[in-house]
């Protein structure tokens, strides 16, 4: 997967949005839903009178703002236990000091860059980049995720956690982790891990 933007012109102007909810309004970090909104406020105005007549109509019956506060609340809670399941059994993973902790919505994007170059024990086979590790976890651990590489970010991976209870998250991560445990380190690698401890 390649992002490929419509113009070459165009990347520099391009700003990644790491978690929007695509219903219910956008939630994510405040400076950039400030941004979105006013962008979208300036160029919705001229939208054709039919459309904004339904709109408004969709609008005045959807008014209960307390089923988007639960969707926020509910969100939230499968965060915390999607980040502490990831601490607990997928302690190399990397996120923190990245910046890439969720801030809004439903995606997760730590990387897994040092499961990258380990060997499948029972095929030998090796982990050549982010797709062939996600294809592994997917077969050993049953966890659907997808690969940076797909979000212009090798070596990270989508992990998406709307729909699932607390428990199916932890039951979900704690399978990943035995799936990445399971991976050898490569020859040259073990030597450079075990002077790391030194």
């Known amino acids: 997967c390649r992002h490929a933007p419509p113009s070459p012109?165009?990347?520099?102007?391009?700003?990644?949005v790491l978690s929007c909810l695509s219903f219910a309004g956008m939630i994510g970090p405040q400076h950039i839903v400030n941004a979105v909104a006013e962008v979208s406020g300036n160029t919705s105005s001229c939208a054709n009178l039919p459309s904004a007549k339904a709109y408004g109509r969709v609008l005045a019956r959807d008014r209960n703002m307390a089923i988007r506060g639960g969707i926020t609340h509910k969100l939230a809670l499968r965060r915390q236990a999607l980040l502490k399941a990831f601490q607990e059994f997928v302690p190399e993973a990397e996120w923190r000091r990245s910046g890439?902790?969720?801030?809004?919505?439903?995606?997760?994007f730590p990387s897994l860059m040092r499961y990258i170059g380990r060997t499948v024990p029972d095929t030998k086979e090796a982990i050549s980049d982010d797709t062939a590790l996600a294809t592994y976890i997917l077969a050993r651990a049953g966890v659907v995720c997808l690969p940076g590489s797909?979000?212009?970010?090798?070596?990270?991976?989508?992990f998406a956690y709307a729909l699932m209870t607390p428990e199916d998250i932890r039951a979900g991560v704690r399978a990943l982790g035995g799936a990445l445990t399971e991976l050898e380190i490569a020859h040259e690698d073990k030597h450079a891990a075990a002077r790391a401890r030194l």
Do not use: D, K
Not at 9 to 16: E, F, G, N, V, Y
Not at 150 to 158: D, E, I, K, N, Q
């Open 150 to 158: 797909c979000f212009g970010m090798p070596g990270r991976f989508r």
């Open 100 to 108: 890439y902790s969720p801030l809004g919505a439903y995606y997760f």
């Open 9 to 16: 012109s165009l990347p520099s102007l391009l700003r990644p």
